[in-house]
């Protein structure tokens, strides 16, 4: 089993661009979750899913997207790019009722 | 609305001496609380969790935690610090599926 996959690992964005943050679980887990750290930080949510077809806002969800239409995927959009988004993203998933939740390896996102 | 305070920001120990992180928690009602671990430029491991059975949770590489209600708090303990345990510490509450975290511990261990 591959986990919770992130790609890619590393990017260096510019202000304006948008791209997409991938996150694949192969554990058919029905919660999903994007969390961001930033340096000396905590983690804080960003969008979180409950299944396929459902997506809901976290502390942070301000300049993202998401969308939820495989109960595998779970991408995450940033549309125009801004340097207070230069963070570490981390996808983690979990099944309802479980407190196994698996993290992914993490996105380092620098927006210059 | 739930949430978790670290006291402490960073810690430093000697190797070969005991390891105590502190953990306050705020919850409305008997949480799941969780201690993760991250070396540096890696990602997440889970060290333990209480989910309301035994106060006293082992985990692993060594670190147990107590869950005190009439403290509520959920400090991480070890009794013999490791060099390969220097890394970052997060306490976290999790209510209704969500994980909320602590803003984190540095642990240093000298030798």
């Known amino acids: 089993n591959a986990g919770v996959t992130q790609t890619p690992k590393f990017r260096i964005l510019k202000i304006g661009q948008s791209m997409t943050l991938q996150c694949t679980q192969d554990?058919?887990?029905?919660?999903m979750y994007w969390y961001r750290q930033d340096p000396g930080m905590g983690l804080k949510l960003i969008y979180y899913?409950?299944?396929?077809?459902?997506?809901d806002k976290g502390e942070v969800p301000n300049g993202y997207n998401v969308s939820r239409s495989t109960t595998e995927d779970f991408p995450l959009r940033l549309e125009l790019a801004a340097p207070s988004q230069t963070s570490v993203y981390f996808c983690?998933?979990?099944?309802?009722?479980?407190?196994?939740?698996?993290f992914g390896s993490g996105t380092r996102l620098t927006v210059v | 609305a739930q949430s978790v305070t670290q006291l402490d920001s960073h810690v430093s120990v000697s190797e070969g001496t005991p390891v105590l992180l502190r953990c306050n928690y705020s919850?409305?009602?008997?949480?799941?609380l969780f201690w993760y671990v991250q070396h540096p430029n890696k990602g997440l491991q889970l060290l333990l969790k209480?989910?309301?059975?035994?106060?006293l949770v082992k985990g692993i590489n060594g670190f147990e935690a107590e869950f005190k209600k009439s403290e509520t708090s959920f400090h991480l303990t070890k009794p013999s610090a490791h060099m390969s345990d220097a890394a970052e510490y997060f306490c976290?509450?999790?209510?209704?599926?969500?994980?909320?975290f602590g803003a984190g511990t540095r642990l240093a261990v000298h030798p």
């Open positions: 983690a998933s979990v099944r309802e009722g479980n407190y196994g939740y698996t």
């Open positions: 554990m058919n887990h029905n919660y």
């Open positions: 899913s409950v299944g396929a077809g459902i997506t």
């Open positions: 919850s409305s009602y008997s949480p799941s």
């Open positions: 209480y989910t309301s059975a035994a106060t």
């Open positions: 976290v509450v999790s209510p209704y599926n969500k994980l909320i």
